[in-house]
């Protein structure tokens, strides 16, 4: 295992052992506390969830080719495209396919083989790289297990398992570049692009970027400044291979990058507007190199030699090169929010990139493993100054205690993972120094040479074991308290509604909804095979975040549009087909006007009920009434709701609306008075436009000028114009900007979530916030409602209002004309709807189809464009008399991506065929050569 040569399969076989070893080592203990790597936040709303429905489709598809795969799946969300939904996560990760292996009953199973599958393979990428680049054994294979079990990895094993994939990734994208600038083959590189731009769009961003920032340190390392001339034929050769590559992805590439361009995610500012990060970020840069923890994704967690490489990377630079080169770019980039910004695709500086780091890392730890025993006087004594530099670490976390703050609002007490590496980095440079000494003097024999190295490697496995145990277990951090137990989820899935959905015995076309209290219900609809509401992707339709943005939806998020039942909006329920609600029999009182309990699952505290209403749109039907886009934006967020009974919204440039009628009614929502006065003047103070809160216990009263005037209606408060300027937390340090807003009216409260900036994949700054407060029928209860805001701070408003909009039967009557002029369906699938409907002057058929460009219609035999109607959804103009509908779906650009990936294969083949002819026309040169020496 010791023995100084290039890496070779037995390297492999090795590194096997090893590995096997180390996931005991770490992984047994779950076997023991019968833990699953199912996170209950991401891993079971969409990891696992996404897995196991994924499967299913091909499953079906293999038992049933010529029915077609499904592109399109009416139980994600509200109906949406597979690839685009689905192509972030599970769609190009090759290890997903493997599932298939395993029998439906053994999904679960199938997860967790394939987790530690994708570690596993990480440790080879690593070897195939250090093959590559002559870092020779046994330095390789130490190195394989220190980039193994990094902290990066062992985060993902239970948090996002597909964030695994670019560790193995890049060590192959690096690989393949080095071969173009050898001269050799550029296939390596084209298959590793392909493999990236394949497997994941996100990640592939930041390969290509740390590619070629390898690229560049790399070629001046073999060439020097002198030689930069010729750089520009190995750009070229990187960039066409670079597009070969591209262009091999595409049938996935461009189908998901449509679906990213079209989804509801928002750049936001440049940075977060942020110049410099919070402060505690710059300390934690020191402080958690060694240690796993990670702030803004920062994620470092090293092996404790990084300590004694550290020093190296500069006494060596001629040996380490790229290496230095490539960490002191990464430095850099980690200073400031503009850099992390641009790693991340331009939108908040999240530091997800930082899988980079221990890829250098270790391979200079390699390469110092195999200098071990040749250490100069100098050289240790560099070392043994950085541990002393690093040993301060536990002193300081020890000596501040909860003063020191690691995650922004967290108080981070001492531990002892802050002094294990530490005494790992003294245990190691003490071997090295005796190994080293000895060495010098000649009296190093081979038996202590080879103990050295074992202990050498044991350290470093242990050190790994340690920090990840620390990560794990109920003695550190204790993050499998936030795992599922093995063997629960699916039946967690199951009992999402305690079975409620099986009593809904209706074979009509209708959606489930949920209440605003059921926030846990994100993507279970499409394991229940129920056709739902809410959703909680990555990538998620823009056209349905348009619409909940028009209305004002106060549970909007950026990747959860339309979430937590609309907030029990009667009319927006009855739009969307939600037929039945489903939701616990204790949070009945939050269920929409319009819809009652039918039936109940029992009679414990548990139970959940079924609540129907008659009043639901139909799925699709013929609407002559119209509204600008224009006219709409000048009504305030109820009175769009209340529109949308009357008719829908185009924009006139879309669609002829000559035939058409204006809406030219009027909307009968009132805006009611009222007074506002501190109820804890001592916590809270309201003056004007300003609301000052010094504890968020405290309350404000709105109270009505005319109780009655809430009778029998639907009672909104919105407030309008919200800025934040939060009291300071810390003398140094980031004081967050994130609270909760309150309002309490009779038996219910809502409240709206602000996130903090530097929560940046959800901020987004909610200058309104609309709670709907629900109806007290004929007689008000409670004379006020009352405002809560959370954080201490000041609050500006520019204003705060009370809407009613009265409950009537005109509505009913409205509702039973949509239902009336309803299209007859006669075939509903993922992918194909059809119909008839007869009207008696043209129209508009308004459907509950999420809007995209990959609906297509055709109306009597001739192809017609769609329309967008209400912001988010599909319309079709319609003649007068009847009409025979189809709507067909295919997914946006997967036929040119098709075609982008044929031309991808027949320039590799044309590729292959020049290299081939290049290397047989070498032979003849090469024979020469060895004929002459």
């Known amino acids: 295992m010791f023995e100084e040569n290039n890496v070779k399969k037995k390297t492999a076989v090795y590194y096997t052992g090893l590995f096997l070893v180390m996931t005991a080592l770490i992984y047994g203990y779950f076997v023991k506390e019968q833990k699953s790597f199912i996170w209950e936040g991401d891993g079971f709303s969409q990891h696992y969830l996404v897995f196991k429905d994924y499967l299913s489709m091909w499953r079906g598809f293999l038992s049933h080719p010529t029915h077609g ?99 193995i990734i890049f060590p192959l994208l690096c690989l393949g570049m080095e071969r173009i600038l050898q001269g050799e083959s550029n296939t390596a590189f084209i298959l590793a692009v392909f ?60 189908p998901v990058v449509w679906g990213f361009l079209h989804s509801s995610r928002e750049p936001g500012e440049f940075a977060a507007g942020l110049r410099f990060y919070p402060i505690e970020y710059y300390l934690g840069l020191f402080k958690d190199l060694l240690i796993t923890e990670r702030f803004l994704w920062t994620v470092f967690g090293l092996a404790a030699c990084t300590v004694l490489l550290a020093p190296l990377l500069f006494l060596w630079r001629k040996k380490f090169g790229y290496i230095t080169a490539n960490l002191s770019v990464y430095a850099v980039i980690l200073l400031l929010p503009a850099f992390g910004s641009i790693m991340n695709g331009f939108s908040g500086p999240y530091n997800r990139w930082t899988f980079a780091i221990p890829l250098f890392v270790s391979a200079g730890s390699a390469i110092l493993f195999n200098e071990r025993f040749n250490l100069t006087r100098s050289e240790l004594k560099a070392m043994v100054l950085s541990a002393v530099a690093f040993s301060s670490v536990p002193v300081v976390v020890a000596v501040a205690g909860e003063e020191m703050v690691a995650v922004a609002g967290e108080e981070t007490p001492f531990r002892l993972a802050y002094l294990t590496p530490v005494a790992f980095a003294w245990l190691m440079l003490v071997l090295m120094a005796w190994g080293s000494w000895r060495n010098r003097s000649g009296r190093l024999s081979g038996t202590a040479k080879t103990a050295i190295s074992v202990a050498l490697l044991v350290l470093g496995m242990a050190n790994l074991v340690s920090n990840a145990r620390d990560f794990y277990q109920p003695d550190g951090q204790n993050e499998v308290a936030t795992l599922l137990d093995y ?85 927006v329920n009855n739009l969307l087909g939600v037929k039945y609600i489903l939701t616990e029999a204790k949070r009945a009182k939050y269920l929409p006007d319009g819809y009652e309990v039918v039936q109940q699952t029992g009679d414990d505290e548990g139970a959940f009920v079924v609540a129907r209403s008659e009043q639901a749109y139909p799925f699709a039907y013929a609407e002559s009434v119209y509204l600008s886009t224009e006219a709409f934006e000048k009504y305030n967020p109820v009175e769009k709701e209340a529109f949308l009974s009357y008719g829908i919204v185009l924009e006139p440039t879309e669609l002829d609306t000559a035939a058409l009628s204006p809406f030219e009614g009027e909307l009968t929502v009132k805006d009611v008075g009222f007074s506002m006065a501190s109820a804890d003047p001592e916590k809270v103070h309201v003056s004007g436009g300003k609301i000052t809160v010094k504890d968020g216990a405290g309350t404000i009263d709105l109270v009505p000028n005319n109780l ?124 194909k709807i059809s119909g008839t409907i007869t009207q008696a002057e043209p129209s508009v058929l308004t459907t ?15 192809e017609v464009g769609t329309v967008k109607v209400n912001y988010g959804f599909i319309g079709i103009p319609l003649p007068a008399g009847e009409s025979k ?49």
């Open 487 to 571: 063997g629960t989820v699916d039946e967690t899935y199951k009992e999402t509604f305690g079975g409620a959905e099986q009593l809904i015995k209706d074979p009509g076309i209708y959606r489930i909804g949920v209440t605003s209290k059921d926030n846990d219900v994100k993507n279970q609809m499409s394991l229940l095979n129920r056709m739902g509401m809410n959703s909680y992707l990555s990538v998620t339709n823009g056209a349905v975040a348009d619409f909940a943005k028009q209305l004002e939806n106060n549970q909007f998020q950026l990747i959860q549009p339309v979430r937590g039942g609309f907030d029990d909006r009667r009319i």
């Open 195 to 254: 493999c990236s731009a394949f497997s994941n769009f996100y990640f592939f961003y930041m390969l290509t970027i740390l590619v070629f920032i390898f690229a560049i340190t790399r070629y001046f390392d073999l060439h020097g400044i002198k030689e930069w001339k010729s750089i520009f034929g190995y750009v070229w050769r990187a960039l066409y291979s670079y597009l070969i590559g591209v262009l091999l992805a595409g049938i996935l590439l461009a």
């Open 69 to 167: 795969f499904p592109l399109w799946d009416w139980n994600i969300g509200l109906g949406a495209d597979v690839i685009a939904s689905y192509g972030y996560y599970v769609i190009g990760d090759p290890f997903v396919y493997l599932g298939l292996l395993f029998p439906a009953g053994m999904t679960e199973w199938a997860y967790h083989v394939l987790v530690l599958l994708r570690v596993y393979a990480v440790g080879l990428a690593f070897l195939a790289f250090c093959r590559q680049m002559k870092i020779e054994n046994p330095g390789a294979l130490v190195g394989s297990i220190l980039y193994t079990f990094t902290f990066y990895v062992v985060l993902n094993v239970i948090r996002h398992p597909f964030f695994l994939l670019p560790m």
């Open 708 to 831: 009655q005037e809430l009778a029998n209606a639907e009672v909104y408060v919105h407030l309008e114009g919200l800025d934040f300027d939060p009291e300071p937390q810390k003398e140094y340090g980031w004081t967050p900007i994130g609270y909760d807003a309150r309002v309490s009216f009779a038996h219910r409260t809502k409240a709206v979530d602000q996130s903090d900036l530097l929560t940046f994949s959800s901020y987004f700054h909610r200058e309104n916030m609309l709670f709907n407060m629900g109806s007290q029928g004929g007689t008000v209860e409670s004379a006020a409602l009352s405002l809560q805001l959370s954080a201490a701070g000041t609050y500006k408003l520019d204003d705060i209002k009370i809407y009613a909009y009265p409950l009537d039967d005109q509505y009913a009557a409205r509702v039973s004309e949509k239902q009336a002029n309803a299209m007859a369906i006669k075939t509903f699938t993922d992918e």
């Open 885 to 933: 509908i189809t709507l067909t779906y295919q997914t946006p650009f997967l036929g040119i991506g098709a075609m982008l990936s044929i031309s991808g294969l027949l320039l590799l083949f044309c590729n292959e065929g020049f290299w081939n002819k290049q290397r047989q026309s070498s032979l003849p040169r090469l024979e020469r050569k060895r004929r002459i020496s």
């Open 848 to 862: 509950a189809i999420p809007y995209t460009s990959g609906w297509k219609a055709e109306v009597n035999g001739k």
